[in-house]
């Protein structure tokens, strides 16, 4: 069973900023939050990842609450290619433990 | 770079059939794995593949079975299909290595999939 809650869906208007929360109460010290997204019938795409501190890259940035049960990952401006279904998952960076998708949360980011 | 390649995108296969479906991994990558994604059940992890050794493997019958080969490149096989077995069957490459003690956090790169419906 998958180690995080979302929320099912989510609406953003475009241009603003989309906050994707995420709760994974029962995380361990050795686990990595990372985030996928998955654009209607593709493969899902990595977004970003963090272990404590929080991170940014170009698409995103990712905020760990100082507990590690929470996060929330951040797209700054959402565009409309922003519309995807988002999974937060928890999983022990080094080694390649399989990754355990939960149902994420539905983004749509509306014009 | 070029990702990851999944042959074929899609296919139609009738009941008691088998299918192969072939996935070749990002250039460097010797870690693959498979998932099946279907509307009910989501996305659920089949195996895992490294160095042309099985290393994990999800809660499947043995209908679902794969390999690696010397190159990296990935099959994996469903005999016997059955109506549930139709699915988006995605593949994932990472650099992952087992024995390298390092910072890697394993990553995975997804294909686009192969599409399978049985009749």
């Known amino acids: 069973d998958a180690k995080t809650t979302q929320p099912p869906s989510m609406d953003c208007a475009e241009g603003r900023a989309a906050n994707l929360p995420c709760n994974h109460s029962?995380?361990?010290?050795?686990?990595?939050v990372y985030w996928y997204r998955q654009i209607h019938s593709q493969g899902p795409q990595y977004i970003i990842h963090?272990?404590?501190n929080n991170e940014t890259n170009e698409m995103a940035s990712l905020i760990i609450t100082e507990d590690r049960k929470s996060s929330t990952l951040i797209l700054p401006h959402a565009t409309l290619r922003d519309t995807a279904v988002y999974y937060c998952?928890?999983?022990?960076?080094?080694?390649?433990?399989?990754?355990?998708f939960g149902k994420g949360t539905r983004l749509s980011v509306i014009a | 770079k070029a990702g990851v390649t999944q042959t074929p995108r899609y296919l139609i296969k009738t009941r008691g059939q088998q299918v192969t479906l072939s996935c070749s991994p990002i250039s460097g990558h010797r870690s693959v794995s498979w998932y099946q994604q279907t509307p009910g059940q989501g996305l659920q992890f089949l195996f895992e593949y490294f160095s042309e050794t099985q290393r994990n493997k999800g809660n499947f019958p043995g209908r679902f079975s794969g390999r690696q080969f010397s190159n990296s490149r990935s099959e994996m096989n469903v005999s016997t299909l059955e109506l549930g077995d139709s699915a988006l069957y995605l593949c994932a490459s990472s650099s992952y290595q087992p024995a390298r003690i390092d910072s890697n956090t394993g990553e995975l790169f997804f294909g686009e999939g192969s599409r399978l419906t049985v009749l």
């Open positions: 998952i928890v999983r022990v960076g080094s080694r390649n433990t399989p990754l355990v």
């Open positions: 029962t995380i361990s010290g050795n686990e990595y």
């Open positions: 963090g272990l404590k």
